[in-house]
């Protein structure tokens, strides 16, 4: 139905930067949010960032660091992550709130995960 696809983890070391891109297709009508979590490990899911419209959120450890993009023609998020601390280090998830062809209601959708490491 539909698939999320993460790319642009890996390893950096603290004070580093990358950026995550997530991807989405299927039978998709509209995306109404589109957002990041992270799970370290050992921990539960948690909200990093979501976009929808033109409101973006934060939680409140990663403001002033990250920042959150969408393309809504080509069904894409993208978060800047900025000035990276070793607490960082998760793997990231793309969250997408969707209405398909057909469909009468918005269904989550989650991509695989990808890999953060900050580590010197």
């Known amino acids: 139905q539909v698939q999320l696809v993460e790319s642009g983890g890996g390893l950096v070391q603290p004070g580093g930067s990358l950026t995550l891109s997530c991807a989405a297709s299927?039978?998709?009508?509209?995306?109404?949010?589109m957002g990041w979590y992270r799970q370290a490990q050992g921990k539960q899911r948690e909200l990093v960032a979501t976009?929808?419209?033109?409101?973006?959120t934060y939680a409140d450890s990663v403001k002033g660091r990250f920042s959150i993009s969408r393309d809504n023609a080509k069904n894409t998020v993208t978060l800047q992550v900025n000035s990276l601390m070793p607490e960082d280090t998760a793997v990231y998830y793309c969250?997408?709130?969707?209405?398909?062809?057909?469909?009468?209601?918005?269904?989550?959708?989650w991509g695989q995960g990808t890999q953060v490491t900050v580590s010197s």
């Open positions: 969250n997408a709130r969707v209405l398909l062809s057909g469909a009468t209601r918005y269904s989550d959708y």
């Open positions: 976009i929808t419209g033109g409101r973006t």
């Open positions: 299927g039978s998709i009508v509209y995306i109404n949010v």
